[in-house]
């Protein structure tokens, strides 16, 4: 018995529609909801917002010990992030992917040495140094703002490397929550 080539399309075909067809008429099921499921009737309710397991909510602010570390202090003249606060980091750009409308405001700041011009653009570098490592860890730059007080806003007057080192800092400011 031979076979043409174009009875063996044929049959292919054939082959091909038959399957289509038994699998187009497999029986569906109409699902209905569980019974505890609310129906939506039209009428108009307050969005819910539910967050995942594991997000931080505005409330992990105070509560938790990573969040409440707001200042990140930088050795003399520099503008590196120390390896100790990169966990910090991490937490803070961790509660910015689970809150998008959250925005941080990164005040950079320095010592009373140097000139003012000197100061301000090390205060800008620093914030810049903290809003990249926030970025580097998944924080939206949409999200922060970098401020620069160069030796304006000193949380310490006194003069000696105690009192300088707490002014050389950036704090981490949540306008939105």
Known sequence: MTVSLSHMGRLLTLAVLAS?????????????PPADTP?????TTAPVTSTA??????????????????VVYFDLDQD?????????????AK??????????RLE??????????YNMGLGERRGNAVSSALQANG??????????????RPVCNDSGEDCWSKNRRVELVYSEK
């Open 20 to 32: 289509a067809v038994a699998v187009g008429c497999s029986k569906k099921v109409k699902e209905t």
């Open 39 to 43: 129906v939506d009737t039209g009428a």
């Open 53 to 70: 397991p594991g997000a931080y909510t505005p409330a992990d602010l105070d509560s938790d010990a990573c969040l409440r570390q707001r």
């Open 80 to 92: 590196a992030l120390k390896p100790e606060f990169q966990a910090a980091m991490g937490c803070h």
């Open 95 to 104: 509660y910015l992917r689970d809150r998008p409308s959250a925005r941080l």
């Open 108 to 117: 950079g700041s320095a010592d009373e040495r140097g000139s003012r011009e």
């Open 139 to 152: 924080g939206g730059a949409s999200q922060l703002t970098v401020i620069s007080y160069g030796e304006e």
